[in-house]
């Protein structure tokens, strides 16, 4: 019988296995975020969009780099996550959000401080699940 840290070694010393993993996550990531957005609305939707926004950079990050570790995988998409959110500071994410429906999805255009909290949900969110797999 195989201990469980040694099957995720295993796991992650199967960068092909990770990768499809990382994207069929991603794509149900952004399956999920779609239905959020047609399900729900107010708060639910903007806090749990965020989240899950976070959790798909967290699934991208192992399909461009299969064996992070997966804390290093969580704080990188945490840190992406935040460094958005702060530069939505500036008039920035704004102006290309006006240039851009794309731009807006990815950048949004306002700083609102209780997204930075929900954005590490999704970064637990992901760090757990990997954990666990």
């Known amino acids: 019988m195989v201990s ?3 099957a995720r070694v295993a796991a992650r010393d199967d960068p092909g296995r990770t990768r499809s993993a990382a994207a069929v996550s991603a794509v149900l990531v952004v399956g999920a975020g ?3 957005r047609a399900l729900a609305a107010g708060e639910v939707a903007k806090y749990g969009g965020d989240a899950l926004y976070t959790l798909l950079l967290f699934a991208l990050v192992f399909a ?3 064996r992070t570790a997966p804390a290093k995988a969580a704080a990188l998409a945490l840190a992406v996550s ?3 959110e702060f530069l939505q500071l500036s008039d920035v994410p704004a102006h290309l959000a006006r ?3 794309a731009a807006r999805l990815v950048l949004g255009s306002t700083f609102n401080a209780p997204d930075l909290f929900w ?3 999704g970064a ?3 760090w757990l699940a ?3 797999a």
Do not use: D, H, M
């Open 34 to 36: 779609l239905a959020l």
């Open 119 to 121: 954005y590490a949900v």
């Open 130 to 132: 990997v954990r666990r």
């Open 4 to 6: 469980s840290s040694r």
């Open 99 to 101: 240039q851009s429906t």
């Open 64 to 66: 461009a780099a299969p």
């Open 124 to 126: 637990a969110t992901g």
């Open 82 to 84: 935040w460094g958005v």
